[in-house]
């Protein structure tokens, strides 16, 4: 296996045909004071496994409601959302708990590591979470950190590595147990072209490994290197562009 | 790893923890303070009634020992009355008066014990020997230091003076013994113990076949209760006190001591709780992000509550470890100063340790951190994931 392998059959995932995710005709309202908003009104989607989509969209249109209701932290007010076939509605909450944390990956746009733990020990988080040993996800956290390119600081903490470094071991973190998902909000949001450029190079070299990648953004580069690409609109999807064509700038 | 991370989360504000745990520690002092005076006050005088193991004390009918300068008279018959009880297994009889040392025209007013050779009932040698013949005589060392005496001396005792003729009666010359602690007075009073039968003697026959009072000890297994009440039966004119009635007229008198000692002790313990609750309450506040974060990749709720709980009982039992040793200094000091009230007995504590005072506070800290701990936690826990994570987002 290679650090990139996730836990679905073997084969399976470079069947690029089934679909990890399947959503239908999901709406997610949400009260606020008297009014309520609609974040999504009617959205179906399907993502194959392996693939590498992006969500993109101007700011309200949905697009982080969508991710959080595929990455089970979140669930539709009406429709469907199925993760590896499994209706997340069902879920209980620490159904949806554990199931984030062995299939689905997230990368967030402020990393959100831990800042008193080294960039290893924030790795092995999810880890030990999943109650792996000691020996095992020390040797994993190491392996990872050297798949973002981090083996040389893996003993620092999170106030001692620049934004893009950070972002790697966020990266490493969620590949931590092998999810089958990886999803990204924003993942180059808070840092500087160069080093976006690095994770969107990151984020190929994953999906080209084998992980079905998700991304929310508005950055060009990074809708731009993904297979998929999904416009929104006020909580609808406005058009999928596949095959990596590049949407226009007003669409972001 | 969720030790890890509260240890992380106490280290983040390391000056803010510090600051908290010293208030713990405070409130710890406090409330261990409160409960070795709740507690401490009595177990002291029980132990102090206890000091040679003498349970009954047996005075003149309606007085408390040596409350007043009433005699029992026909002392002989009381104690074989006493020893004929197979309950009883020892009695020593007490004459306390009021004694003159006179040393060229100063003369020194002291109290005397007149005792039975064989026990050592009302002190414990220090230096020297008991009075195990007649005209001798122990005393405690503020005797020694007021008098400028030392052991082997001859001083010269009086039991009376008359105002009058001004002239000393019951004058006795008596050998300096000893030296010995005296149970039931204070350091600082002069004290001094001679036989029984030099005391009676000097006291000339109005102190004849006379004492104040008589110490009785029961047989283990006997109910010393049980035993009171039968002296009383067979010697009318006497009226007995057993330790624990002793003790149970001291809970009646001392109700309200204790009472404030726990008023205090409680105040103590919602102060620490209501420190520790607003300390992990900020502090979770401060994280709500790295709580849904967390949530979000698949930690679960109860770990949550967890790593939180942790870090208020971590807190509280620094705190409290750092209050025992605060709270034992303290209670020394505060011990040295109301022992300092004239005339309480030397062995007499107002504020005793006792481990089980030290568990007993260390338990209920760790048990309001606990509690201190669940509001935060269950707030942490009960975070909507998505909700937090968008309005971190916007934030």
Known sequence: MTVTDTRAEPGEKSRAGGPIVQVRGAYRDYPMGQETVHALRGVSIEIARGDYVAIV??????????????GVVDRPTRGQ???????????RDREATEFRLRNIGFVFQRFYLMAML?????????????????AERV???????????????ERHRPGELSGGEQQRVAIARALANRPGLLLADEPTGELDVRTGAEIIDLFRRLNRDGTTVVVVTHDLELAAAARRTIQMRDGQIVAQ???????????? | MIGIL?????????????????GVAVAGALLLDMVMLGSGMRESFRRFLLVQNFQLRIAPKGTLPMDTEATIDSASAILRTLRSNPDIVAVTPVLGAQIHVLQGTQALTSFAVGIDQSTEADYQLEAGANVALPDRIVANAAFFSAMHVAIGDTVDVATGFDPQLRTYTGRRRLVLTGRGRFFYTSAEQPVAAVPLATMQAMGGPSRTDRVSLVLARVRDSANADSAAAWVDRAIPRVTTISTDAALRQVDERMGYFRQLA????????VVGFLLVTTLV???VNERLGEIAVMRAIGVRRGRIVQQIVLEGVALSLIGAIAGLGLGLVTARYLNAILSDFPGLPSTFHFFLFQPVAAVRSLGLLVVAGILAGAYPAWRAASLPIAGTLRREAIA
Do not use: F, W
């Not at chain 1, 956290?141 to 600081?153: D, I, S, T």
């Not at chain 2, 726990?262 to 313990?269: E, F, N, R």
């Open chain 1, 81 to 91: 959302v199925l993760i590896e076939g499994r209706d997340t509605a069902a879920m």
């Open chain 1, 241 to 252: 562009l596949g095959d990596g064509r590049i949407v226009a700038q007003s669409a972001l």
């Open chain 1, 118 to 134: 080294t960039a290893r020990e924030n790795v092995e988080l999810p880890m030990a979470e999943a109650g792996v040993g000691t």
């Open chain 2, 281 to 283: 309450t900020v502090s």
């Open chain 1, 57 to 70: 969209g101007p700011s309200g249109c949905g697009k982080s409601t969508l991710l959080n209701l595929l």
């Open chain 1, 139 to 153: 040797a994993r956290a190491r392996e990872l950190l050297e798949y973002v390119g981090l083996k040389a600081r």
């Open chain 2, 262 to 269: 726990v008023i205090l002790a409680a105040v103590s313990l």
């Open chain 2, 6 to 22: 509260a240890a992380a989360s106490l280290r983040r504000h390391p000056a803010r923890t510090v600051l908290a745990i010293l």
